[in-house]
């Protein structure tokens, strides 16, 4: 058995067995004899070439008669190094590949991926071997190593895995920089010309890169299971590549049994700056979901009521921890159910002093840091949460908790099993921190554990997505971004200029957790930070957009009841679904503007945000909607909202599919609108 089994069609398996019982190598420093393989992907357009030559195995990407990466290193590092000597190089002919299945979350409800497939063979004059899947789509290649059993290898250990890209020209760069591999994976863009960054910089995937003549790449990595995430580095005007390494002081970065996989190398390309919000790539290179069954996933919004400072009902009287808590938690619970809101999260609880701190057992742990007799599968003396279940079913809400993923991980079993008892329908684990091999499988764990239970996930403080929402489609979101959070005590980190850079980068991974729904906004001029009443520096137009351009299955409402209750644009948020038919991006040019469109059954919902510094105009076709007539509900910016943020101006008209529609907005700005066939 392959325990980390790439994605294939069942009659594409066969073949990948018959290739697994070869035995085996690694040698991506290699040979002395030139030979190249290429694969195509099927329109012609792009070209992904593997050359060993020279004692070394180098690709190259070129792109509508570009090149646009040039005899860029490979290779992997075993414990014993790298190998060496003279190489052979074999490879199949490339295999076509067809793949449609259903995504019951997601930005498209169906995926049809059509793809080119060759398979190299290396191997060293000692007999060793390493197979280089490479796989080539219109929009995208990559490749993954496949390191089968052999004599002279008894189990799998990786130092590292060497990957130079050297880009043709010198492109923009757009990318996250981190401190380190061990972090919350948040942090501001950078934005400037490859050639300009500092050498050894860290940075996280996906990295957006714009070249010089309109082309863009953004490199990530998909299927990220049994083994070491990956980030990329400056150095001397290229990208390389760095895993994670492991925690126990062996020098390794991941350890197995044979046969292994890597993840997928995955390199996204167009010349549409918004083409890889639409891409399915990664998803496709994930494993199809072994459960037929998944009819329990309830995608949807949910309360967060540690954002705004749990904001208690007007009155409430104070008595135990048990009494505030469920009172504080029926007032949302109310909310939810008169406006349709799916869940209720339980973030913490408060006790008389209005002091916050786990719910689950603890004794006198902050959040943040549990301690080593924190026991997530047991409640917090004086605290009771089946009845504030309960009450939730007989509302209609659905209910979900918080918790830190290390007291979690000691019992992660028997405390999955305990809070389906208890009636809790999905949790968001946070605090991670790491994407080293023991983490990445920890994550496994919690989704395999997910789809037995019937639990949603929700990662925080963790690393990117790569796809795995094909797999265990019960991974609703995750964070992996520097998000609205932050208002609560630096927003001056954030703003419309950080929000735009999203889309082009963390975005393209997949769903991304961003506390969404703030409706309490002010100039910059005029932030002050308010742990229990954040404000947020966009207009509200642009807050409504966010929930349309960012993807996630389970779009958080941050803010109080009271905040959205009779407040112009909250029927927005109420009516937007969290999953999709099928995702469109308009217009998109980075650190200026982008325009998303998505649709749910026939109806559209678009979402539009701007960057800090200008007024945009967005001009576009109607073409996409369809044949027929339609009633657009358009929520946008008010002449006076770049003074006056939380003014929305809501208008309704009639669009045709020959229109050319313009919409406006002010800086920090957006619109929203929701599109339906005139009946």
């Not at 420093?29 to 070394?56: I, K």
């Amino acid at each position: 058995m392959i325990d980390n089994a790439t994605n294939t069609t069942p009659r594409h398996f066969a073949s990948i067995a018959k290739m697994m019982s070869i035995s085996l190598m690694l040698a991506l420093l290699t040979a002395c004899t030139p030979s190249v393989v290429t694969v195509s992907s099927p329109d012609g357009n792009l070209n992904f070439h593997l050359s060993v030559t020279e004692g070394q195995s180098m690709i190259s990407i070129d792109y509508k008669g570009e090149t646009l990466l040039s005899d860029s290193p490979i290779g992997v590092e075993f414990e014993d190094g790298y190998f060496g000597g003279e190489v052979k190089v074999t490879a199949g002919k490339p295999v076509a590949i067809v793949d449609d299945y259903d995504m019951p979350v997601g930005k498209t409800s169906h995926v049809h991926s059509v793809s080119n497939e060759l398979v190299a063979t290396l191997k060293n004059a000692a007999g060793r071997q390493v197979q280089i899947y490479m796989r080539a789509f219109d929009d995208g290649v990559a490749y993954r190593y496949l390191i089968p059993e052999q004599k002279s290898m008894k189990s799998l250990a990786v130092k590292s895995e060497r990957m130079e890209l050297k880009p043709s020209s010198d492109p923009v760069a757009k990318a996250m920089i981190l401190p380190g591999h061990i972090c919350s994976h948040e942090a501001n863009y950078k934005t400037a010309a490859l050639s300009t960054y500092e050498d050894s910089l860290m940075m996280d995937m996906p990295v957006f890169l714009e070249f010089p003549s309109g082309k863009f790449m953004s490199v990530t990595e998909a299927n990220v299971v049994d083994y070491a995430g990956m980030m990329l580095m400056s150095k001397d005007g290229m990208l390389t590549g760095a895993l994670s390494p492991r925690l126990d002081d062996s020098g390794l970065c991941v350890i197995g049994n044979l046969p292994h996989r890597s993840p997928w190398r995955v390199f996204m390309v167009s010349d549409r700056a918004g083409a890889f919000l639409e891409s399915n790539i990664l998803t496709t290179l994930c494993d199809p979901c072994q459960e037929k069954d998944l009819s329990w996933l309830n995608p949807g919004k949910s309360t967060w009521p540690w954002w705004c400072g749990y904001q208690a009902p007007a009155g409430m009287k104070k008595g135990d921890i048990n009494t505030i808590n469920y009172n504080i938690s029926t007032h949302f619970i109310d909310f939810c159910a008169r406006n349709g809101i799916q869940y209720h999260s339980i973030t913490g609880i408060i006790d008389e002093n209005d002091r916050e701190y786990p719910w689950f057992y603890n004794e006198g742990s902050s959040t943040g840091r549990p301690k080593d007799t924190d026991d997530a599968s047991r409640l917090c003396p004086g605290f009771e949460i089946e009845p504030i279940c309960r009450y939730a079913a007989e509302k209609g809400v659905k209910m979900r908790v918080w918790v830190h993923w290390k007291p979690l991980s000691k019992n992660i079993e028997e405390t999955f099993r305990q809070y389906s008892e208890w009636g809790i329908k999905g949790m968001m684990i946070d605090y991670m921190d790491r994407d080293d091999q023991e983490m990445i499988d920890f994550q496994r764990k919690a989704l395999e554990l997910g789809m037995k239970y019937h639990l949603h996930i929700q990662f925080h403080g963790a690393s990117k997505p790569s796809g795995l929402q094909r797999t265990y489609p019960c991974e609703f979101t995750r964070e992996n971004t520097l998000n609205y959070e932050v208002y609560k005590w630096n927003g001056r980190q954030l703003g419309a200029d950080h929000d735009l850079d999203l889309p082009f980068t963390r975005c393209i991974a997949g769903p991304a957790d961003y506390h969404l729904g703030g409706f309490r906004a002010v100039t910059m001029d005029k932030y002050a930070p308010d742990f229990a009443r954040p404000v947020v520096t966009n207009t509200r137009s642009h807050m409504l957009a966010m929930y349309v351009v960012y993807e996630s299955a389970l779009h958080l409402v941050s803010d109080t009841p009271a905040a959205y209750e009779g407040q112009e644009g909250f029927d927005f948020i109420r009516q937007v679904p969290t999953v999709w038919d099928e995702t469109r991006v308009l217009v998109a040019e980075p650190g200026e503007c982008i325009l998303v469109a998505r649709r749910s059954g026939r109806d559209w919902y678009l979402g539009a945000i701007g960057n800090s510094r200008s007024k945009h105009e967005f001009t576009f076709d109607a073409g996409f909607l369809g044949e027929g007539d339609y009633t657009m509900t358009l929520y946008q910016d008010a002449a006076d909202s770049e003074s006056n943020p939380n003014n929305i101006v809501c208008s309704e008209s009639t669009v045709k599919t020959s229109d050319r529609l313009s919409v406006g907005c002010v800086p920090s700005g957006g619109f929203a609108a929701i599109i339906k066939p005139l009946k």
